[in-house]
């Protein structure tokens, strides 16, 4: 099992920067993946952004890139995403979450953080 806590978030204005973390713990070992996402009130599950566990290869939706940035720190199984240049259409709680090797989703899910960007 693989448990994850995501933590930064906050109420910020539009321009400003944050930087969220996700701790994991557990069966880190098999993780091939980690996602961050968010839902925003009375829409979908957007996806924002993976990084590869072991390569630290990065991939982002169009609506945040040149923005967010991700990372991790591989000794500490902890992820970061740098969130810069905040707007009020970012507003939404951000979970991260882990795929496993071997797999084709994210198995296992934070409790969410949120993050609210005033205008």
């Known amino acids: 099992q693989v448990q994850l806590v995501e933590s930064g978030g906050g109420l910020v204005q539009a321009g400003d920067s944050l930087r969220l973390s996700c701790a994991a713990s557990?069966?880190?070992?098999?993780?091939?993946?980690m996602g961050w996402f968010r839902q925003a009130p009375g829409k979908e599950r957007e996806f924002v952004g993976r990084?590869?566990?072991?390569?630290?290869?990065?991939f982002y939706a169009d609506s945040v890139k040149g923005r967010f940035t991700m990372s991790r720190d591989y000794a500490k199984n902890m992820v970061y995403l740098q969130m810069n240049s905040l707007k009020p259409e970012d507003t939404a709680v951000y979970y991260c979450?882990?795929?496993?090797?071997?797999?084709?989703?994210?198995?296992?899910w934070g409790q969410g953080t949120q993050v609210t960007v005033s205008s």
């Open positions: 557990g069966r880190t070992f098999n993780t091939y993946a």
């Open positions: 990084i590869k566990w072991s390569t630290d290869n990065t």
């Open positions: 979450a882990a795929q496993l090797t071997g797999t084709v989703k994210y198995d296992y």
